[in-house]
Nanobody, 132 residues
Framework: EVQLVESGGGLVQAGGSLRLSCATS????????IGWFRRAPGKEREGLSC????????YYTDSNKGRFTVSSDNAKNVVYLQMNSLKHEDTAVYYC?????????????????????????WGEGTQVTVSS
């Protein structure tokens, strides 16, 4: 059974940093890509970034490029999202989701850009609150 568990959220002041973790199990880590998404109150779900676990190739949307960094620890089957220079508008529930790399990198990135239709398995999310 594929499982993803996010952790690392919390309350932080504007300008601060958080590192989110996505612990995975139930699948061959290197065969998958992991995407990070968020949903702010009253807003649509937004894709942020993704990483292909086999080779560490990454993608970021323009909204967080330069502030957020995605990485993976293939020995621990964990993916991280390092978030720096946090703003009040980063307040949201953050989710990680998994997709088989076989679907192709274009579709994996499109799932971040246009809607997570290829991402099959999701975590429950972790709340990030940035105080202004």
């Amino acid at each position: 059974e594929v499982q993803l568990v996010e952790s690392g959220g919390g309350l932080v002041q504007a300008g601060g940093s958080l590192r989110l973790s996505c612990a995975t199990s139930g699948f061959t880590f290197d065969d998958y890509a992991i995407g990070w998404f968020r949903r702010a109150p009253g807003k649509e779900r937004e894709g942020l970034s993704c990483i292909r676990n086999s080779d560490g190739v990454t993608y970021y949307t323009d909204s967080n490029k330069g502030r957020f960094t995605v990485s993976s620890d293939n020995a621990k089957n964990v993916v991280y999202l390092q978030m720096n220079s946090l703003k009040h508008e980063d307040t949201a529930v953050y989710y990680c989701a998994a997709v088989k790399s076989l679907v192709g990198w274009k579709d994996i990135v499109d799932g971040i850009r246009y809607g997570p239709y290829v991402y099959d398995d999701w975590g429950e999310g972790t709340q990030v609150t940035v105080s202004s």
